[in-house]
C-alpha cells in the first residue's frame, strides 16, 4: 500500500490504538494520580503517534527520523510509567499493553534504522561521485 498520509503508516496506527488503551487503562488509576502519574501516561501515550505524524509531515527525512526519535522516547518514557503503575498495583498488568508497547519499539527502532542506512548510503553515494569528478 502507498503511504499518502501520516495515517498509512502502521507505526502511527499501532501508536493511537496504543494512546487510546492507556487512556482506557489510567482510568482505573487512583484519582489522586490524576494529575501525576495518569497525565504523564497519557501524554507520553499521545506523543507517540503525535510525533510520528509531526516527523512524517515535515517531509525531510531528518525530520521525520527526528520525530520518529522523539516517539521512541515518549515510548520508553510510557513504558517505564506503566511499569511503576503496575508495580505500586494501580493498575493490573496487562501482557496484551505489554506486547503493544514492545512491538511499537520495535517497529520504530527498524524504521529508523532503515532510514539512517538509506542516509548514508546516499552520502556514500555522493562522496563517489564527487571523487570521479
Do not use: H
Not at 505500586?88 to 527498524?110: T, Y
Request: charged fraction near 30%.
Amino acid at each position: 500500500m502507498k503511504v499518502k498520509t501520516f495515517r498509512d503508516l502502521l507505526i502511527w496506527q499501532k501508536g493511537m490504538i496504543l494512546a487510546r488503551e492507556i487512556y482506557l487503562a489510567t482510568r482505573k488509576m487512583p484519582k489522586e494520580e490524576m494529575f501525576c502519574l495518569t497525565n504523564q501516561m497519557r501524554r507520553a501515550a499521545c506523543s507517540i503517534p503525535m510525533n510520528i505524524a509531526e516527523g512524517y509531515c515535515k517531509y525531510t527525512r531528518p525530520e521525520y527520523m527526528k520525530g520518529l526519535r522523539t516517539a521512541i522516547g515518549s515510548l520508553g518514557e510510557l513504558s517505564t510509567a506503566y511499569e511503576i503503575a503496575t508495580s505500586l498495583e494501580m493498575i493490573p498488568v496487562n501482557p496484551g499493553l505489554i506486547a503493544k508497547l514492545a512491538e511499537e519499539d520495535r517497529m520504530i527502532q527498524s524504521l529508523l534504522m532503515k532510514l539512517d542506512a538509506k542516509t548514508k548510503e546516499e552520502l556514500r553515494l555522493k562522496k563517489d561521485l564527487k571523487r570521479k569528478k
